[in-house]
């Protein structure tokens, strides 16, 4: 069983950054692929970035060249650096552990969210 905690989000202006992080506890958390979805008021989840065990990466075409993955294995953290941000970006953001995909139906765990608004 592994725990995950996202922490980082808030209130930031178009054009600017945050950076989220995703503290993974109880488990293997190493031996999973993360993957970081958001979740807009009405909307489905949806995939935003992903990275797998061997650190391979990918982004949603809507963020790709923002956003950055990236994941600690000593901290068992990962982290998603996201620069440039416009309203659209404004959602809930989970991070999740399971298989390296983009389907949010092939991930076991899941934090509870960080709510990520971006003002115009």
């Known amino acids: 069983q592994v725990q995950l905690v996202e922490s980082g989000g808030g209130l930031v202006q178009a054009g600017g950054s945050l950076r989220l992080s995703c503290a993974g506890s109880g488990g293997t958390f190493s031996g999973y692929a993360i993957g970081w979805f958001r979740q807009a008021p009405g909307k489905e989840r949806d995939f935003v970035a992903r990275i797998s065990q061997s650190e391979g990466r990918t982004y949603a075409d809507t963020v790709k060249g923002r956003f950055t993955i990236s994941r600690d294995s000593a901290k068992n953290t990962v982290y998603l650096q996201m620069n440039s941000l416009k309203p659209e970006d404004t959602a809930v953001y989970y991070c999740?552990?399971?298989?390296?995909?983009?389907?949010?139906?092939?991930?076991?765990?899941w934090g509870q969210g960080t709510q990520v608004t971006v003002s115009s």
């Open positions: 999740a552990a399971g298989v390296y995909s983009i389907n949010p139906g092939q991930y076991y765990y």
